[in-house]
């Protein structure tokens, strides 16, 4: 098991920071978010053919760098870090999924696109207490409630029901322009992560990989939480440098803030979460690459603990810089929404919880 960086991962990490620094400070995070537009297109064209980053776990015989997903993990944890708008996280889970479905002509016909960022994909699959979009006739009807830039995405790739009840999911490829595919931008919490709610009346859809494709499912999800892992790693390693830098800088009573006792501790605590934290996503992207059989209960307990994990260290952070800390003009709330967003994009925590439970043979 390898928990460290190593010296290629490192380079990118630094390459990907050094771009988002001169190219998506905050103040243009901030000129996105609260604009109609969920990205910068250009951005997102520099981050794909410059960076290579919507293309890094694609195969190269699809046009991608083949990389694995501790690669991808090195970029997400930056772009998590600077609070990037970007389909990056959507493209990759379409990727995951489409990889893990095993079907060959469809990689063939749609990675190469997404590889090369003119392709923006996302993927939806239902979770505990969602509507599930359902197989009938041919074509896909019902509705994806909470889609990540799912109002701009050129491909969406659906996990739906195969019949009705308890029919086994099945894989689709949805175009964003499809007849009969509706698309509704939902109002969030977190500006800089885009959603929408998707309702499929009758859209024609072309099946990837098996006609049960649970499996398949089943393991986009758990890449999907590796990813989101990375990201929340980063904005929680930016949240406490952020601060300590802060307490360094802040004097109250005639003394540095940071050398009262009740904040070193608050701080120390902070560290010691980033630290369990790391250990964690790293463990479960290297696992994503190198123990498949180690996957499931990985990617469960990345998102177990990451969620809550992220957004202690975040609502810590606004709480320490006080009062300017809740402005609209500090970043503190920024980090703050993205964490509470985050910690429910995959789910609740208690249904990370029950799938951890529940693969560690925990439950009857």
């Not at 990205?39 to 919507?54: F, M, N, Q, T």
């Not at 010691?272 to 964690?280: F, W």
């Not at 929404?337 to 029950?354: F, M, N, T, V």
Request: charged share 20%.
């Amino acid at each position: 098991m390898r928990l460290i960086p190593t010296e290629e991962q490192r380079d990118l990490a630094a390459a990907v920071r050094a771009f988002l620094a001169d190219h998506a400070p905050m103040a243009e995070v901030r000129r996105v978010a609260e604009s109609d537009a969920a990205y910068d297109a250009r951005l997102w064209e520099r981050l794909s053919g410059e960076l290579g980053l919507a293309g890094l776990i694609v195969p190269e015989e699809y046009g991608g760098s083949g990389a694995g997903h501790a690669d991808l993990a090195a970029a997400l944890e930056e772009l998590g870090a600077a609070l990037t708008p970007s389909p990056l996280l959507a493209t990759v889970l379409a990727t995951g999924a489409l990889l893990a479905s095993g079907d060959g002509a469809a990689a063939k016909d749609l990675l190469p696109g997404i590889a090369s960022g003119a392709t923006v994909a996302t993927f939806t699959a239902p979770a505990p207490g969602d509507p599930c979009a359902r197989l009938r006739g041919g074509a896909l009807h019902g509705t994806a409630p909470r889609v990540l830039n799912g109002a701009d995405a050129g491909l969406v790739v659906v996990a739906a029901a195969t019949g009705e009840g308890d029919a086994p999911l099945g894989l689709f490829a949805v175009e964003g322009d499809a007849a009969g595919l509706t698309r509704t931008p939902l109002d969030v919490l977190d500006l800089t992560r885009p959603q929408a709610r998707l309702d499929f009346d009758g859209v024609p859809a072309r099946r990837i990989g098996p006609e049960d494709a649970g499996e398949a499912v089943a393991r986009a999800l758990d890449l999907a939480a590796v990813a989101l892992a990375a990201e929340q790693l980063g904005g929680m390693r930016r949240c406490l440098d952020a601060i300590v830098e802060y307490a360094k800088l802040r004097v109250q009573f005639g003394r540095y803030v940071g050398s009262f006792q009740g904040v070193k501790h608050r701080l120390a605590d902070m560290h010691c979460v980033l630290e369990q934290a790391e250990a964690v996503a790293r463990h479960a992207a290297w696992a994503a690459d190198e123990a498949p059989g180690e996957l499931p209960v990985a990617a469960a307990f990345a998102q177990s603990y990451l969620g809550r994990a992220y957004f202690r260290v975040a609502r810590d952070h606004l709480l320490l810089h006080g009062g300017i800390g809740f402005t609209w003009e500090h970043d503190a709330h920024l980090y703050y929404k993205r964490a509470k967003g985050d910690e429910l994009l995959l789910g609740a925590p208690r249904h990370h919880r029950a799938r951890l439970a529940e693969r560690l043979g925990l439950l009857a």
